[in-house]
């Protein structure tokens, strides 16, 4: 049985309180904000990490799933790695001239990725998607892009989803289509005739992958209506397979941007496409001053040299895998209605049997708080990403803690004392 133990986190809610006064939101990164996991519950400050494993600042340890939000793909502070920002720290972060780790990056990502001829370097998936867009659009001389998915905060891809300060106008050049389902983008390309310059989709994600054909089908008809396909691998990309979710299906877009694992935790991302297209970029402004700093694009270059050494992603899919069985094997002898699914380098957890929101996300709540006191972090309803560093080890134990929690979950329910035991994890925490 996984010991389950008092964990405080006195120090985090110390210091959070201090950040909501100076930080709005409390948060750089929203998917990190406290509230998206369980407040009081969960660890909310990191002070260290190494391997699979992270420390908080008020000195708990734990196996974490979290990982950045995915761009930790090798470990944290994977040597090759470290070495390789250390090497380059003596040198130099930017300069005023290019530096030579812009091209030997560049090569790099064009040896693995299928789509990749040609490349462009900036700092995150926004601003990836963001030029992606500029470019398709410069390309074609269209405006209209039809999407499915999250591409970033920029106004751009958030106008369809307005939700305050973006202009309305944009409404207009963006619009959202259904996954696997070819017959509604049909209807889109012959609403819009000659107007759609890019399709742009995650290939796959948590618990989306494409039908047989879909993808291909996808590419014949973009292509048919004059229309580029964008593929957004900012999650799949060096995590799939070394070549993305497009070697791993075996279909190639025109475009694809990249990002969060390419470089281990560096801050660096990445628009490929074909040659003819990306010259297109040649005349945009797109252009930012740390697209060369050299860091970062040391770490991609050692990330992805690990990745050629080393069976990386077959480790990635086995370690998903012994994952994803042990969760819904433990699941199971617990009496819980909760699935393991997804692709299992990047799976995710789901309650089949959550009455409404609010249970659901009291169930949540007790799950979180219940693996952070046994030491293990995951995300509400979000994505398991495995590492390099996860071990078997790492694996058992965190069934193991899972499977406590959820007999205890089984137990609160049926009690229905579901509300009272998920805001005593917060007064216990505390």
């Given at each position: 049985?996984?010991?389950?133990?008092?964990?405080?986190?006195?120090?985090?809610?110390?210091?959070?309180?201090?950040?909501?006064?100076?930080?709005?939101?409390?948060?750089?990164?929203?998917?990190?904000?406290?509230?998206?996991?369980?407040?009081?519950?969960y660890p909310i400050y990191a002070a260290r990490a190494s391997g699979s494993h992270i420390w908080d600042i008020d000195g708990n340890e734990y196996i974490d799933f979290v990982n950045g939000l995915g761009p930790i793909v090798l470990g944290y502070c994977y040597p090759e790695v470290d070495a390789a920002i250390a090497e380059?720290?003596?040198?130099?972060?930017?300069?005023?001239?290019?530096?030579?780790?812009?091209?030997?990056?560049?090569?790099?990502?064009?040896?693995?990725?299928?789509?990749?001829?040609?490349?462009?370097?900036l700092k995150g998936g926004a601003e990836a998607n963001n030029a992606a867009a500029r470019i398709a659009r410069a390309y074609t001389k269209r405006e209209l892009i039809l999407?499915?998915?999250?591409?970033?905060?920029?106004?751009?891809?958030s106008a369809s989803r307005n939700d305050g300060g973006i202009p309305s106008a944009l409404e207009q050049s963006i619009r959202q289509f259904t996954f696997n389902d070819?017959?509604?983008?049909?209807?889109?390309?012959?609403?819009?005739?000659?107007?759609?310059?890019?399709?742009?989709?995650?290939?796959?994600?948590m618990g989306k992958e494409p039908e047989p054909g879909y993808l291909q089908g996808l590419n014949d008809l973009a292509h048919k209506h004059g229309a580029l396909v964008i593929y957004d691998e900012i999650v799949t990309g060096f995590r799939l397979a070394m070549g993305g979710a497009q070697e791993y299906f075996g279909v190639t877009?025109?475009?694809?941007?990249?990002?969060?694992?390419?470089?281990?935790?560096?801050?660096?991302?990445?628009?490929?496409?074909?040659?003819?297209?990306?010259?297109?970029?040649?005349?945009?402004?797109?252009?930012?001053?740390?697209?060369?700093?050299?860091?970062?694009?040391?770490?991609?270059?050692?990330?992805?040299?690990?990745?050629?050494?080393?069976?990386?992603?077959?480790?990635?899919?086995?370690?998903?895998e012994l994952l994803r069985d042990g969760i819904n094997a433990a699941a199971q002898r617990a009496g819980v209605a909760l699935e393991a699914y997804g692709l299992a380098p990047i799976g995710g957890e789901r309650f089949l049997d959550a009455?409404?929101?609010?249970?659901?996300?009291?169930?949540?709540?007790?799950?979180?708080?219940?693996?952070a006191q046994r030491g293990v972090l995951i995300r509400r309803g979000g994505v398991n990403f495995i590492t390099f560093s996860h071990t078997a080890e790492d694996v058992a134990q965190t069934c193991e803690a899972l499977e406590d929690t959820l007999h205890e979950l089984r137990r609160v329910r049926e009690s229905g004392q579901l509300a009272r035991a998920a805001s005593e994890t917060a007064a216990i925490a505390t």
């Open positions: 049985m996984a010991q389950q133990t008092v964990v405080h986190f006195t120090e985090s809610l110390d210091l959070f309180a201090h950040a909501q006064e100076v930080i709005a939101g409390g948060s750089q990164t929203s998917s990190k904000r406290p509230s998206a996991y369980a407040l009081g519950a380059q720290l003596g040198k130099g972060i930017i300069y005023g001239l290019l530096s030579p780790l812009e091209v030997a990056a560049a090569d790099s990502i064009i040896d693995a990725v299928p789509a990749a001829e040609m490349v462009r370097f999407n499915n998915g999250y591409r970033g905060w920029s106004d751009g891809w070819l017959n509604h983008l049909e209807d889109l390309f012959r609403t819009h005739d000659n107007q759609v310059a890019a399709v742009t989709l995650d290939a796959a994600s877009p025109d475009m694809a941007t990249f990002a969060k694992a390419m470089a281990n935790g560096m801050p660096l991302a990445a628009v490929v496409g074909s040659k003819e297209v990306m010259q297109a970029a040649e005349d945009l402004v797109i252009s930012i001053t740390y697209g060369g700093e050299a860091l970062s694009l040391a770490a991609a270059v050692a990330t992805m040299g690990v990745m050629r050494k080393h069976n990386v992603h077959e480790h990635l899919h086995q370690t998903g009455g409404d929101a609010e249970e659901e996300s009291l169930m949540w709540r007790f799950l979180l708080a219940g693996l």
